[in-house]
Nanobody
Framework: QVQLVESGGGSVQAGGSLRLSCTAS????????FAWFRQVPGTEREGVVA???????YYGDSGLGRSTVSTDNAKTTIYLEIEDLKPEDSGVYYC??????????????????WGQGTQVTVSS
């Protein structure tokens, strides 16, 4: 069974950057999808980015322009880099994994495996 371990969260000053990592343990054959979601207290969790094993990348409104998603060669780790961080980027970031190419990529019920979440706090 696949398990996800996230890392890279923390406190950052506005204007800075950070890189989140999510590594899947267990067998992750294609097809599959990795994704990052963010949840801010009092709001619904929203999709930030996603990556299919095919190489296709998807960006949500919150991840567009300042975010870059990538995977390692083995495609067992997904990275999310966010530049020019803003206080509204704060929240708990969750990694998610699906054993198929999720469409639409932001459909949360399509992901069977979730990480524990990592807190990102951006201060102005």
């Amino acid at each position: 069974q696949v398990q996800l371990v996230e890392s890279g969260g923390g406190s950052v000053q506005a204007g800075g950057s950070l890189r989140l990592s999510c590594t899947a343990s267990g067998y992750t054959p294609p097809p599959n999808t990795f994704a990052w979601f963010r949840q801010v207290p009092g709001t619904e969790r929203e999709g930030v980015v996603a990556a299919h094993d095919s190489g296709l990348m998807y960006y949500g409104d919150s991840g567009l322009g300042r975010s870059t998603v990538s995977t390692d060669n083995a495609k067992t780790t997904i990275y999310l880099e966010i530049e020019d961080l803003k206080p509204e980027d704060s929240g708990v970031y969750y990694c998610a994994f699906a054993t198929w190419r999720v469409h639409p990529w932001y459909e949360q019920s399509s992901y069977a495996t979730w990480g524990q979440g990592t807190q990102v706090t951006v201060s102005s």
